[in-house]
C-alpha cells in the first residue's frame, strides 16, 4: 500500500517536472529564434476565444492537479483577428504558468476573454503574492526575476515573460499589468482586432493605464 503511494508520488513528480522542462526548452528555443530575428510568426484570422479555450483544456489537469480553483470568463462571437495560434497560446501558457508559480495560499485563477475598443484582451489574473511597483516592468527583461525568498525558492529562468512580451509585440498589442504586493496579478494581452496595413505598432508594457516603452533590451 506504502509503495503504491510512493510510486504515485513520483509519478506525480516526474509528470511535473517533464512539463516544466519541456515548457523551458520551448521558451528557450522561441528565445533564441527570436535573439537571432529567425522567429517568424504564421499569422492566421482566428477566434481568440477558441486558441484560448484549447490551451485551458490542456492545462486543466496541471490546474486540477495543484489544487487550483479556475473561473474563466470568455465571450464567445468576437471578432476575428490575424495571429499566430501556436504563439499566443504559448504567451498564455506562460501567463497561467506564473499565476500559479506565484500563488501562495490563495489558489484561484481567472481567465477572461473580451473584447474591449479595437482590441481583444485576454486576462490571468491570479491571488498570489504580487510584483513591488518598481519591479513591474522590468520583469518583462530576460532573466530578471523579483529578488523575494518565494520567488528564488521557484523554479524558473525568467524568460517567460520576456517571450511574452516579444509574442505580443510581434502582434502590434500591449500587455499591462496591475499587480499589488500581497493581493496578487492581473496581466492582459491586448490584441489588435484592425491589423493595420503597415508594420505593427511599438509594443509597450503599460502598467496601470499608463503605457512604457519597452526598456533596453533591444
Ligand atoms: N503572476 C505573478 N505573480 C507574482 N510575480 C510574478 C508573476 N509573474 C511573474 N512574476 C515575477 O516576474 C518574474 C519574471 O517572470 P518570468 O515568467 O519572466 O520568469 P520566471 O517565471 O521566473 O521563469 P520562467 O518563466 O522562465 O520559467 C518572476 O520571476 C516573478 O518574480
Ligand atoms: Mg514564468
Known amino acids: 500500500m506504502k509503495d503504491d503511494q ?29 535573439e537571432a530575428g529567425r522567429k517568424e510568426y504564421r499569422f492566421v484570422s482566428s477566434d481568440v476565444a477558441e486558441v484560448v479555450e484549447v490551451v485551458l483544456r490542456t492545462y486543466e489537469y496541471q490546474l486540477r492537479e495543484g489544487g487550483f480553483d479556475l473561473s474563466t470568463r470568455i465571450d464567445h462571437g468576437l471578432p476575428m483577428v490575424s495571429i499566430d495560434p501556436e504563439a499566443i497560446s504559448q504567451a498564455v501558457v506562460n501567463l497561467l504558468n506564473n499565476a500559479t508559480k506565484y500563488s501562495d495560499d490563495i489558489k484561484k485563477i481567472e481567465v477572461a476573454v473580451w473584447a474591449r475598443d479595437t482590441d481583444i484582451a485576454i486576462e490571468v489574473a491570479d491571488h498570489g503574492i504580487g510584483i513591488p511597483r518598481s519591479d513591474q516592468q522590468k520583469i518583462f527583461e530576460k532573466f530578471y526575476r523579483v529578488s523575494t525568498a518565494l520567488v528564488h525558492n521557484t523554479k524558473g529562468s525568467g524568460l517567460g515573460l520576456a517571450l511574452v512580451m516579444h509574442i505580443i509585440e510581434g502582434h502590434g498589442g500591449q500587455v499591462l499589468v496591475d499587480s499589488e504586493p500581497g493581493r496578487g496579478s492581473r496581466f492582459t494581452i491586448l490584441i489588435p482586432i484592425v491589423k493595420t496595413e503597415t508594420a505593427p505598432k511599438k509594443a509597450g508594457v503599460e502598467i496601470r493605464g499608463y503605457p512604457v516603452e519597452e526598456g533596453s533590451h533591444h
Open 6 to 34: 510512493q510510486a504515485k508520488e513520483f509519478l506525480r513528480t516526474i509528470n511535473g517536472e517533464t512539463r516544466r522542462l519541456t515548457q523551458l526548452i520551448n521558451n528557450i528555443l522561441d528565445f533564441s529564434k527570436i
